[in-house]
């Protein structure tokens, strides 16, 4: 079973790969964020993917702000 750091990497793997996919980089994402009403700095957005840390809300954030309506876990 995964403990929370295995957990936490596995989430911010799975936005690096959805940026990736899409070719959205942190500063475009901070762009998309703001159209839909979240300001975030790129400095944060890259701490938050390189440590792993942060909620579930921002994930959603960005998986919308991107266009990312579906996404697999496998």
Same mark, same amino acid.
């Given at each position: 079973? #995964?403990?929370?750091?295995?957990?936490?990497?596995?989430?911010?793997?799975?936005?690096?790969?959805?940026?990736?996919?899409?070719g959205?980089?942190y *500063?475009q994402? =901070?762009?998309k964020?703001e #159209?839909?009403? =979240?300001?975030?700095?790129?400095a944060?957005?890259?701490?938050?993917? *390189?440590?792993?840390?942060?909620?579930?809300?921002?994930?959603?954030?960005?998986?919308? #702000?991107?266009? *990312?309506?579906?996404?697999?876990l496998?």
């Amino acid at each position: 079973m #995964a403990d929370k750091n295995e957990w936490e990497e596995k989430a911010a793997n799975l936005l690096k790969a959805q940026l990736k996919l899409k070719g959205i980089t942190y *500063s475009q994402l =901070v762009e998309k964020l703001e #159209a839909i009403g =979240v300001d975030e700095k790129e400095a944060n957005i890259r701490n938050k993917l *390189s440590r792993g840390k942060f909620t579930a809300a921002f994930l959603l954030q960005c998986l919308r #702000a991107i266009g *990312s309506d579906q996404i697999r876990l496998d």
